[in-house]
């Protein structure tokens, strides 16, 4: 009996020893030696690649922002504020009172099928809007001219990006509403379009939060 308890005893301490041994290394030790490489390495992605301005983290690169109205009394939404280059739609999954810039508590799809009605409207109702918005005085914008990022989300939700394309569509828009001349506002696009990764993966593309954060410094003479 003496024995058996014995061997249980070193059982138990050889277990502990190994939890102890495994808790150090797994959770305190390798954190911290990944965290000091990525700081090392790559301070920018291992911070969440923030985005500043004038000193102040003000997003993302990852993540997107809309760029709306204050909400008047009777809206359940606000109306985009058209003086900004607009991201992507996105229809939240939920509200979230921390990130009020981006009001959503899960990234995900909408799930529909190409021939669900939720879907089709919300496209049909999202293509009139953009046609509307961006039509200016001698350019209208047709139908045929709003690009798929313009009036559907993303896999995520949360895209940051746009298409040249998209961005180009709102040029003249957004030229007028800040009373600044169209060459101006395309040579900021151009500016901010990436091509594609290693030139062959993905699209070009140009991040809304970057290329409104250079709006700004242009419309305020900077």
């Given amino acids: 009996m003496n024995n058996s308890a014995g061997n249980t005893v070193r059982l138990l301490w050889a277990g502990l020893r190994a939890l102890l041994v495994l808790t150090i290394v797994c959770g305190v030790i390798y954190p911290l030696a990944v965290t000091g490489v990525a700081q090392g390495l790559f301070p920018g992605r291992a911070n969440g690649s923030e985005i500043t301005a004038n000193g102040k983290v003000v997003g993302s690169e990852l993540i997107g922002q809309h760029y ?20 992507r739609p996105s229809n939240g999954l939920g509200t979230n009172s921390v990130n009020t810039q981006y009001k959503l508590i899960l ?27 961006n ?15 313009a009036v559907t989300s993303s896999g995520s939700g949360l895209d940051p990006d746009i298409s040249p394309a998209y961005a180009q569509l709102q040029v003249r828009r957004v030229a007028e509403r800040n009373h600044l ?11 901010h379009t990436d091509g594609r990764t290693l030139g062959f993966v ?16 242009l419309v305020n003479g900077g």
């Fill in 181 to 191: 001349g169209v060459d101006q506002v395309e040579k900021l696009v151009k500016q």
């Fill in 107 to 133: 990234s995900g799809a909408t799930n529909r099928s190409g021939d669900n009605k939720d879907l089709i409207d919300w496209v049909t109702d999202a293509k009139a809007a953009v046609v509307k918005d």
């Fill in 202 to 217: 993905g699209e070009p593309r140009v991040n809304v939060l970057q290329l409104n954060i250079a709006l700004k410094e």
């Fill in 135 to 149: 039509s200016v005085p001698g350019h209208p914008v047709s139908p045929s001219d709003v690009p798929a990022d």
């Fill in 68 to 87: 709306d109205l204050p909400l008047k009394k009777g809206q359940e939404t606000p109306a985009p504020d058209l003086r900004w280059f607009q991201p």
